[in-house]
């Protein structure tokens, strides 16, 4: 079975749970997840877990807000794209 990564939430070491549905829990968070019937199958559920945003480019893509001024800023010409593209769609 591959490793798998820290937490996302906390960092610590997760524990793969068997069962009538396998899934992976955080002992210090008690994050839990992946569901198997979502991810396709429970031989994916490790490598669902061992996802992140950063192997995603569309996440990455897309700068993060570092304060409250630019987080409002990005609300503002999220809101004017959508009001100058027909709204959300
Ligand atoms: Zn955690």
Redesign the pocket.
């Known amino acids: 079975m591959q490793n798998l990564k820290p937490?996302p939430?906390?960092?610590?070491d997760?524990i793969y749970i068997e069962g009538h549905s396998d899934f992976v829990e955080?002992p210090?968070?008690h994050?839990t997840g992946p569901n198997p019937f979502i991810v396709g199958g429970m031989n994916r559920v490790v490598e669902a877990w061992n996802l992140r945003a950063e192997s995603n480019p569309l996440a990455t893509s897309i700068p993060m807000p570092q304060n409250r001024d630019q987080a409002e800023k990005m609300l503002l010409v999220g809101q004017r794209w959508l009001d100058d593209n027909g709204g959300a769609s």
């Open positions: 937490c939430f906390c960092g610590s997760p955080c210090g968070c994050a």
